[in-house]
C-alpha cells in the first residue's frame, strides 16, 4: 500500500515550479498523494495536480520563453497593480478547463486573504480557476479580485505554507514545500529578478510607470540612496524577506513530517521562463528531503 501525503505547496511566484519537481519525484518514489493545500503558486500547481492536468500544464511551461511570457502578460499599470493576469489564466484554460473544487479527485484547499475583513480565506469548493486567481493575486503586482464587496488578495500575505488548512487521513504524513527558505543557494542567479528584461520588450513602458511613481512620491525621486533599486526587484525583495519569515513562524507551530526547502535566493519571482531549471530544482530538493526522513525513520 502506498503511503499517502497530505501535501502543502507554498507560496512564491516563479520559485513555485519547483512544486513540479516534488510532485514529479513524490510520485516516482511512490507516495500518494491524497490531499492538498496551497497558496499563491502552490494554489495554482496544486489545483492543476488536483484536476489531474499537471502533464498538460508542465509540457506548455517548459515551452515557454522569455517572449512568450512576455506577451502573456496584460499591464494595466492600475492603482490597484500593475498586472491583471487574466490573459494567463485565458491561456490555460484553453487546454485545462475549469473545475469545481469540490468534484476534483483529490481534496484541495486554496489559502486567499480577505483584505476588507482582515482575515484568511480557505476556498474548498467553487470555481477551481476562480480560487487560482485570487490565491495569486501578489499586492501591487497582480490586481486583486473583486467579489460581493469583498477584496481577496495573495494568501501569503497571511499564511505562506498553509500546512494548517490541508485536509487529513488516518495514517498520511505531512510534507510541506518552502520555497521561501531562508537556507543558502549554491548556485549563483543568472538574471537579476527585477524584470529587467521585461523593461527592454516594453521599449521603456515600465520606465514610464517608474515615472509615475516619482510623481506620486515626489520627495523621494532624487535621493541616493534609492538609486539602482527597481521597482520589481524591491518588491521580489521584501515580499521574499515577508513570505520567509511568516513561513519559518507557520512551520514551527504546524511542523511537517517533511520540509522540502528551496532558497530565497535560487530564483527571481518573475524567472517563469527558466521553468525546466525550476522544476529540477525542486526535484533534488524533495529527493535531499525525503533520503533525510527515510534515514531518521530507520
Known amino acids: 500500500m502506498k503511503q499517502k501525503v497530505a501535501l502543502v505547496l507554498g507560496s512564491g511566484g516563479a520559485r513555485g515550479t519547483a512544486h513540479i519537481g516534488v510532485i514529479r519525484e513524490l510520485e516516482k518514489q511512490g507516495y500518494e498523494i491524497s490531499s492538498i493545500s496551497g497558496t499563491s503558486m502552490g494554489a495554482l500547481v496544486g489545483g492543476i495536480y488536483a484536476a489531474g492536468k499537471l502533464d498538460e500544464y508542465e509540457s506548455w511551461l517548459r515551452s515557454l520563453s522569455k517572449m512568450d511570457i512576455f506577451n502573456l502578460v496584460d499591464f494595466t499599470l492600475s492603482t490597484n497593480g500593475i498586472i491583471k493576469a487574466d490573459k494567463v489564466l485565458r491561456e490555460i484554460k484553453k487546454f485545462i478547463p475549469d473545475h469545481k473544487i469540490e468534484e476534483l479527485p483529490i481534496n484541495y484547499a486554496a489559502v486567499v486573504t480577505d483584505l476588507k475583513q482582515k482575515k484568511e480565506?480557505?476556498?474548498?469548493?467553487?470555481?477551481?480557476?476562480?480560487?487560482?486567481?485570487?490565491?495569486?493575486?501578489?499586492?501591487?503586482?497582480?490586481?486583486?479580485?473583486?467579489?460581493?464587496?469583498?477584496?481577496?488578495?495573495?494568501?501569503?500575505?497571511?499564511?505562506?505554507?498553509?500546512?494548517?488548512?490541508?485536509?487529513?487521513?488516518?495514517?498520511?504524513?505531512?510534507?510541506?514545500?518552502?520555497?521561501?527558505?531562508?537556507?543558502?543557494?549554491?548556485?549563483?542567479?543568472?538574471?537579476?529578478?527585477?524584470?529587467?528584461?521585461?523593461?527592454?520588450?516594453?521599449?521603456?513602458?515600465?520606465?514610464?510607470?517608474?515615472?509615475?511613481?516619482?510623481?506620486?512620491?515626489?520627495?523621494?525621486?532624487?535621493?541616493?540612496?534609492?538609486?539602482?533599486?527597481?521597482?520589481?526587484?524591491?518588491?521580489?525583495?521584501?515580499?521574499?524577506?515577508?513570505?520567509?519569515?511568516?513561513?519559518?513562524?507557520?512551520?514551527?507551530?504546524?511542523?511537517?513530517?517533511?520540509?522540502?526547502?528551496?532558497?530565497?535566493?535560487?530564483?527571481?519571482?518573475?524567472?517563469?521562463?527558466?521553468?525546466?531549471?525550476?522544476?529540477?530544482?525542486?526535484?533534488?530538493?524533495?529527493?535531499?528531503?525525503?533520503?533525510?526522513?527515510?534515514?531518521?525513520?530507520?
Open 121 to 298: 480565506v480557505v476556498i474548498t469548493e467553487g470555481s477551481l480557476f476562480g480560487a487560482i486567481r485570487a490565491s495569486i493575486s501578489i499586492p501591487f503586482v497582480i490586481t486583486p479580485v473583486l467579489k460581493n464587496d469583498t477584496v481577496f488578495v495573495d494568501g501569503g500575505v497571511l499564511n505562506p505554507v498553509p500546512t494548517n488548512r490541508v485536509a487529513r487521513q488516518k495514517d498520511d504524513i505531512l510534507i510541506a514545500v518552502d520555497v521561501n527558505s531562508r537556507i543558502p543557494n549554491h548556485k549563483p542567479i543568472i538574471d537579476n529578478p527585477d524584470l529587467g528584461y521585461f523593461e527592454k520588450l516594453t521599449n521603456g513602458k515600465l520606465r514610464d510607470f517608474q515615472k509615475r511613481l516619482t510623481r506620486l512620491f515626489p520627495a523621494h525621486a532624487n535621493k541616493k540612496e534609492n538609486a539602482g533599486v527597481g521597482y520589481f526587484h524591491l518588491i521580489s525583495e521584501t515580499s521574499s524577506l515577508m513570505l520567509s519569515q511568516i513561513s519559518k513562524l507557520t512551520l514551527e507551530i504546524c511542523p511537517p513530517d517533511i520540509l522540502i526547502a528551496v532558497s530565497r535566493q535560487s530564483y527571481g519571482t518573475f524567472d517563469f521562463y527558466r521553468a525546466e531549471e525550476i522544476i529540477e530544482t525542486g526535484r533534488n530538493a524533495a529527493i535531499e528531503a525525503i533520503n533525510k526522513y527515510k534515514k531518521q525513520k530507520k
